[in-house]
Every structure is written in C-alpha cells, then in structure tokens.
C-alpha cells in the first residue's frame, strides 16, 4: 500500500505491506461551501440566539475584535473583511475599531505574518495589535473563578462597547472542540491565567478529546461568561482548510451547534487499536504540544517550523 502523509506544504510518501494495515483514517470527505462568502454573508445576518451585527448598534462604539495567530487554521482572511465591512455598513467608524490578536502564551506576530493571515488590505487600514500576556498593565483582573484560577484578561478587549471573537472548530485534546470563547482563554488572558487553566485542565481533563463537556471547557465557559462575548464567529473547514459552514451568534450555543456539524467531518471511528500508529500534526504546521496517544506506539511525521 503507498502511503502518502501531510507534511507542511507537502507530503510524505511511504510502502507498507497491506496485511500490517489496520486501516487508514482521515477526516471525513465533506462538499465545501459553493460560495464562501455568501455563506459568511448567511451566517451574519442568520445568528444563532444572538444579535446580528446590527442589532449591537455599532454606530459611535468601540469595537474589540479577538483574531487567532498563525499557530492557528481559521481562514480569517476570508471571515475577517466580512465582519469588518457588515460593522462599517452599520455604522461603526473604522477608527473605532481594534484586531487584537489572541497569542496566548505564543510569541508575537510579525507584521508580514499578519498581512498573510488577515489579508493586507485590513492590516494596512485597521489597527491590529499583538496581546502581551506579561503586561500587567494591559491586563485587567476580574477576580477569580474554579476556586483559584484568576481572570487577568486583555484590557482594550474589555473596554471595548462591543466584543466580537472568531475561530475555528476542530477536536482539542482538552477543550474537547477549539474556538469558541477559547480565543479568549487561555487567547487573552495574563500569563497567571493561563498556568492556572493549565494546572486545572491537567488535573481534571486528561484527555478531553472530542467531548461536548468537560471541566476545561467549563472554566473557558466561565471566563468568557465573566469577561463578555457580544458576537461570535466560528468556522468549520474540510480537511483542505475550505470552509463548510460559518456558526455566528451566542458564543456557546452557535460553538455548539458548529462541534455537532464538526463531528461528520473529525468524529472518524477507527477500526482499532494498533500497535503503531503513523500520523502527521496538519494541519498545525507551526508548533505543537499535544501529540500524544495512549497505548500504542506512535511515529509522527511533523513539519513543526517552530517546534
């Protein structure tokens, strides 16, 4: 059997004799929007038990928008304009508008990154900014929730009068399901934050993977029910990073509802457990930090350009 596995911009190629092969697991095969943009466009103006753009009134406020970095697949060159354009159609002035990039703990973006991320004609004409997880004075603290993990959160995102984040939804081996008001935790907490959430993810979520609920998820719940979502927007992509579906409104309810669509496409049963698993990490071609399967061995295949 030739084999052939995802390597950053590339692929691997190997034989292997057909009677070792348990199987060969992908993501599901999934026809992608015919339109993108028309499907943004029906996402926006169709919100899941939330506000339309609209409805927030954007006219004379300031608006805080929470973009993934580049560790991360949401298309939001495509996402991006769209939300921008729909606030200016209602009235926000582009001034009043900030992109705060939701690092983590991860280094800051340079500014050709973000132009090949967000697109160049945003960058050049929005202000985007880095979040600094170490700047206490960028940070503000919102007391604590789970008992003892603090909520240091990014300033401007806060003072914003309307708060609007993005992302993708893919399985995460503790959240269960990325994005949703994970780009604000651990995206835009403080550095004492995001150690907190990972004693605490370790500690009760040793392995999350693909569940609906569970209490990593739950305290990401938490914090962003203390900090504020208005809007959010999430996306579902095939395996070649072409977007599905666009999930807008309530940033739990519309999260959720993308996670059960998700699962026809990652939700994959394997045929087994076999004694050697071969894998690739895409598609984070950047860095990665959850490789891990338990009882069999495993060969991973990684184009991991910054470990």
Known sequence: MHIKIPYGKSEVEFDIDDRRVLGVITPAEIQPAIDYAMEIERSLKNPIEGPTIEDLSPRGKTIAIA?????????THLILPK???????????RSDIKIIIALGTHREMTPQEMREKYGASVVEEYEVVNHTFDDESNLEYLG??????????????????????TGNIIPHFNAGWAAGAKILLPGLAGEETVGRMHVHSSMTTPNGLGMDENPTRQLIDAFAERVG?????????????EIVKVYTGHFMKAHRQGVEFAKKIYGVKAPGLSDISISSSYQRTSSSGKDRKPSSQQTLQLSLVEG
């Open 67 to 75: 973009v993934d970095d580049l560790t991360r697949v949401t298309p």
């Open 83 to 93: 939300i921008l354009d729909s606030l200016e159609k209602a009235g926000a002035k």
């Open 144 to 165: 604590k929730i789970a008992g003892d993990v603090p909520v240091w959160i990014n300033k401007e995102y806060l003072k914003a009068d309307i708060r609007i984040v």
């Open 229 to 241: 979502i208005h809007l959010l927007v999430n996306t579902v992509i095939t395996r070649n990073r």
